[in-house]
């Protein structure tokens, strides 16, 4: 998925038909915040005034899995609810602003270097650029707490390395592109490895609130030195 700064934020959506059970509404096919705003928007609206039979939403960056019961409900009937919550006033959604602290120590951020010299510019201008981000959480992807974050300057945006690496250890702060994420578990990842994070993301054994983020939430990097980092980690 590719980041295209000049998509329509008017765009009407598509709907597909998923299994017996679900709609998919797709808005786009873009990283663009615009258009992640109409997803947003929808979630809301769903919240606000489920409609008979609704399950669920899951929302990504341009499109929103509408999931529904059908014993109750069928896909044209959820598209038509789905036609009137797109036209309906709901309270703006203001996602809450997140703090995420990350340590730039060399021994965290074995890939700082080569994400400076592709980009041509210093490490320091790098960590500079990458605190300066416009962050927001557009989707949870494949793992726990797996949470996607677009906003990367386009100045230190690098395509996925050719080859994942194993055992990235979680925790570590990556970039691909114009996203962002902070990794949960211990797994591979083909993703540029800049830094590390002592703030917990997923906690696994809540079950109130196992995530930090929600989607649409604002999210900022804090930097640390590694003497707060190794003190947060004993905390």
């Known amino acids: 998925m590719s980041q295209d700064p000049s998509a329509s934020s008017g765009s009407v959506p598509t709907y597909r038909p998923v299994g ?59 598209e038509a ?22 340590c730039y120590d060399p021994e965290f951020a074995p890939d700082l270097a080569a994400v400076a010299e592709a980009s041509g510019l210093l490490p320091e201008d790098v960590i500079s650029a990458h605190l300066s981000g416009d962050y927001s959480v557009f989707m ?38 114009p996203q962002c994420l902070v990794s949960t578990l211990t797994m591979p990842t083909g993703w540029w490895i800049i830094g590390r994070s002592p703030t917990k993301i997923l906690d696994a054994a809540s079950d109130e609130r196992p995530f930090l983020f929600d989607v649409g939430d604002a999210v900022r990097f804090r930097r640390i030195s590694r003497a707060e980092f190794d003190a947060r980690c004993l905390a």
């Open 20 to 78: 017996g059970h679900a709609v998919l509404v797709e808005f786009g096919a873009t990283i663009d915040k615009r258009i992640h705003d109409q997803v947003v928007k929808l979630d809301a609206a769903l919240k606000v005034a489920p409609f008979e039979g609704f399950v669920e939403a899951v929302p990504a960056y341009s499109s929103i899995l509408v999931c529904f019961d059908p014993l109750v409900a069928d896909h044209r009937t959820t």
């Open 81 to 102: 609810a789905i036609a009137e919550r797109l036209t309906a006033e709901v309270p703006e959604a203001i996602g809450a602003m997140r703090e995420v602290e990350v």
């Open 140 to 177: 949870y992807g494949f793992a726990p707490g797996y949470a996607y974050l677009a906003g990367v300057p386009e100045a230190i945006q690098q395509p996925r390395k050719p080859v994942p690496i194993r055992g990235i250890a979680a925790g570590s702060v990556l970039i691909a592109g």
